[in-house]
């Protein structure tokens, strides 16, 4: 178990950290340099936690909640969202323990190391699914462009189309990726070393880039960038960047499945050296690139396009009753603003009659006849005096 680069995972952060936390404890790190797959699948190797040091473990307890408080933002977000099933709720807080929520325990070990494992064995299955979409859509679009030119604006593209996966397809030979004629051509054109002196031993070592005694995958994907390079270049109109990748996934699959012997998605120097010795290591066979093979089915794609159609038809729907939803919405704004205008005219109509009932100045007080008096100002101030 090591840690990669980026494993894609949506928790990647969190493994890598909680692994290089762990690595700087001793007694953890030489059990997990000492420990098999089983081990580590088998949850044996996270008993060894309640043996590392305190400042470890508070580390860890301190991961694990800034873990737990990005999950609680995630899942916030694709709530209001409305994007999320509750079953997919529920994944997001499968590597780790939920139920304890500030420390790191041997649980969370366990959980985080096992559902890493299986994610990591269905990632690259979900990439390749991902890629044969991308496909069939390539393909959808390139039909339904050319339907829509007529019959000759179409040859013309049509030739114009075909001459571009011709000129791609022309593109020098492609060892197959761990063969003894690709490590060569490695060692030779990167490592400048003389090709007749190639040391598997020695490449190991050179290639073995952080030290730790495995050629982990990003380590053996940088070994096929020669190869990619005889098929791919960004400037060139007929060569797909998205197709590369997928190249390069199946090169180190490739390799994996031949020398990753006990399948923990590293490969050690025994591993490698073995592989050495197998007939295969020395076969001068061609690899078959990706333009040498469809990656679908017309049946597959027929279901694809099918796909396409019943969204489209879902997205328009949805557009119609957006639509209508809105045209409502407009109406009821109409009739607030007709009410807010019929307010604001009584509140208006009503100012003003309690204007006219209250003239500006007060009458003086009249006397029994109907007299007005007028009281001298002398005895205004009098009594103004008096209340004081």
């Known amino acids: 178990f090591c840690v990669f680069q980026d494993t894609g995972l949506y928790y990647d952060r969190y493994l890598r950290e909680v692994i290089e936390v762990l690595e700087t404890d ?24 309640d043996l590392v040091g305190h400042h470890v473990r508070t580390r860890l307890d301190e991961l694990k909640r800034q ?8 899942l916030r977000a694709k709530l209001d ?16 323990d939920p139920h304890n929520q500030n420390t790191f325990e041997a ?5 985080l190391i096992s559902t890493a494992t299986k994610d990591l064995e269905n990632y690259d299955a979900e990439r390749h699914e991902e890629f044969k979409r991308y496909e ?13 030119l007529d019959q000759e604006k179409r040859e013309q593209e049509q030739r114009r189309l075909d001459e571009l996966k011709d000129k791609h397809r022309q593109h020098p030979k492609v060892n197959a990726p ?4 690709q490590l060569r051509e490695v060692w030779e054109e990167t490592d400048g ?28 994907e940088a070994l096929f960038i020669k190869e990619l390079e005889k098929v791919y270049n960004p400037k060139n109109e007929e060569d797909d960047m998205m197709e590369m990748e997928e190249e390069r996934l199946r090169m180190r699959e490739h390799v994996m499945n031949n020398v990753d012997l006990n399948r923990d998605r590293v490969v050690s120097l025994d591993e490698f050296l073995k592989s050495t010795e197998k007939k295969e290591f020395n076969s001068h066979k061609e690899w078959e690139t990706l333009d040498m093979k469809q990656v679908y ?66 009458a003086p007080p009249a006397g029994p006849n109907g007299e007005l008096h007028f009281e001298p100002e002398s005895q205004k101030q009098d009594k103004g005096t008096r209340l004081a």
């Open 136 to 148: 069939m859509l390539k393909e959808h679009e390139r039909r339904e462009y050319l339907k829509g």
């Open 193 to 220: 070393l003389d090709p007749k002196e190639f040391n598997p031993k020695t490449f190991f070592k050179l290639h073995d880039t952080n030290e730790d005694g495995v050629l982990d995958e990003q380590e053996l």
């Open 67 to 74: 873990e737990v408080s990005r999950l609680r933002m995630l």
């Open 81 to 96: 969202s409305l994007q999320m099933d509750h079953a997919s709720l529920l994944k997001q807080f499968e590597h780790l």
């Open 26 to 49: 001793s007694h953890f790190r030489e059990k997990l340099q000492t420990a098999n797959t089983e081990d580590i699948k088998s949850g044996r190797l996270s008993k060894e936690l």
């Open 178 to 181: 761990g063969s003894v004629d």
């Open 107 to 111: 649980k969370d070990l366990e959980l």
């Open 297 to 362: 089915t017309e049946e597959e794609l027929q279901r694809f396009e099918a796909e396409l159609r019943d969204k489209e038809e879902e997205l328009k729907r949805r557009a119609v009753a957006l639509n209508q939803e809105q045209e409502v919405l407009k109406e009821r704004g109409k009739a607030l603003e007709a009410q807010r205008r019929e307010y604001q005219q009584a509140v208006l109509e009503m100012s003003n009659r309690q204007k006219g009932q209250q003239p500006e100045d007060a």
